[in-house]
């Protein structure tokens, strides 16, 4: 992974507005500088905060908010090893848990980080000890900060009284990864755009390729859907490097489903820059 000549990649034909944020990408490693979590369920390539800068000036974007990914569990130093590098330009969402000492969440916070976040996906581990979560959520929750929930579409209806039920704003990740083959009338998608109409509720569309395949055709309208019923609370973001994917995703691809998710300027510079500059404090 870190040897990707982004020289030789194709420049997506959509250009980003001015201070366009990737809202949801991960850094990995180097191992052998922030070794990966014993527990992890898999082991990604290496790919440190110098590839994903190469990537974001590649595409044209401008800043980022790196999002601690599951193989490096509770161990944030390589995320906050990012933000330190680009601090006017990253921030950062941390996994917290029950051995995080008190002391961390406000130098975690002096750094940039804004959000714990928490996996619900079977595949990755499942559900979190709700004991933990609460007291997680309870401790970063003085600090301003939001939840983010990464889910399984499945689970969406049943997470759902306990998402009305936080007191704290809380992002979904990845459009919940609603099958886009299910198309925009399945169950899911509407208790997600239920959801969405809390004023507390954020929604990624992020992950296009982990709902669907080239070219992404039918994760377009679902992510469309979900923009058009919170236009002011939605965000995106390339999930580079793309841990456990089904294929290897082109993210100029990515970048170039923008203008039918949000067609108009005034949606994409909300998507793009507003929504996450409110929301992270940029």
């Given at each position: 992974?870190t040897g990707i000549?982004?020289?030789?990649?194709?420049?997506?034909a959509?250009?980003l507005?001015?201070?366009?944020?990737?809202?949801?990408?991960?850094?990995?490693?180097?191992?052998?500088?922030?070794?990966y979590?014993?527990?992890r369920?898999y082991?990604?390539?290496d790919?440190?905060?110098?590839?994903?800068k190469?990537?974001?000036?590649?595409?044209g974007?401008?800043?980022?908010?790196?999002?601690q990914?599951?193989?490096?569990?509770?161990?944030?130093?390589?995320?906050?090893d990012?933000?330190?590098?680009?601090?006017?330009?990253?921030?950062g969402?941390?996994?917290?848990?029950e051995?995080?000492?008190?002391?961390?969440?406000p130098?975690?916070?002096?750094?940039?980080v804004?959000?714990?976040r928490?996996?619900?996906?079977?595949?990755?581990?499942?559900?979190p000890?709700?004991?933990?979560?609460?007291?997680?959520?309870?401790r970063i929750k003085?600090m301003?900060w939001?939840?983010?929930?990464?889910?399984?579409?499945?689970?969406?209806?049943?997470?759902?009284d306990?998402?009305r039920?936080?007191?704290?704003?809380?992002?979904?990740d990845?459009?919940?990864?609603?099958?886009?083959?299910?198309g925009?009338d399945?169950?899911?998608?509407?208790?997600?755009?239920?959801l969405a109409?809390?004023?507390?509720?954020w929604?990624?569309?992020s992950?296009?390729?982990?709902?669907?395949?080239?070219?992404?055709?039918?994760?377009i309208?679902i992510?469309?859907?979900i923009?058009e019923?919170?236009?002011d609370?939605?965000?995106?973001?390339?999930?580079?490097?793309?841990?456990?994917?089904?294929h290897?995703?082109?993210?100029?691809?990515?970048?170039?489903l923008?203008?039918h998710?949000?067609?108009?300027?005034?949606?994409?510079?909300?998507l793009?820059?507003?929504n996450?500059?409110?929301?992270?404090?940029?």
């Amino acid at each position: 992974m870190t040897g990707i000549d982004f020289a030789k990649r194709r420049k997506p034909a959509f250009k980003l507005p001015p201070n366009a944020t990737d809202a949801h990408c991960h850094v990995f490693g180097p191992g052998n500088v922030f070794p990966y979590a014993p527990n992890r369920r898999y082991t990604p390539e290496d790919a440190p905060k110098e590839t994903l800068k190469a990537l974001h000036d590649h595409l044209g974007i401008s800043r980022a908010v790196i999002v601690q990914a599951s193989c490096h569990g509770s161990d944030n130093r390589a995320m906050l090893d990012a933000l330190a590098w680009q601090p006017e330009l990253y921030r950062g969402v941390a996994i917290i848990d029950e051995n995080t000492p008190g002391t961390d969440i406000p130098v975690m916070h002096r750094a940039g980080v804004r959000g714990a976040r928490f996996n619900f996906v079977k595949h990755l581990g499942g559900s979190p000890d709700m004991t933990v979560f609460a007291n997680v959520l309870r401790r970063i929750k003085p600090m301003g900060w939001h939840v983010v929930l990464h889910v399984d579409a499945p689970d969406i209806i049943p997470l759902s009284d306990m998402m009305r039920g936080l007191t704290l704003p809380f992002v979904i990740d990845h459009m919940g990864r609603v099958p886009a083959k299910d198309g925009v009338d399945q169950k899911p998608l509407e208790a997600l755009l239920d959801l969405a109409k809390l004023d507390r509720c954020w929604i990624k569309v992020s992950g296009s390729e982990r709902i669907d395949m080239p070219p992404y055709d039918k994760a377009i309208p679902i992510a469309r859907k979900i923009v058009e019923a919170s236009p002011d609370r939605v965000l995106w973001g390339t999930d580079f490097p793309h841990p456990n994917s089904t294929h290897d995703a082109d993210e100029a691809d990515l970048v170039d489903l923008l203008p039918h998710i949000a067609p108009t300027a005034e949606l994409q510079k909300k998507l793009l820059v507003d929504n996450p500059a409110k929301l992270y404090g940029y």
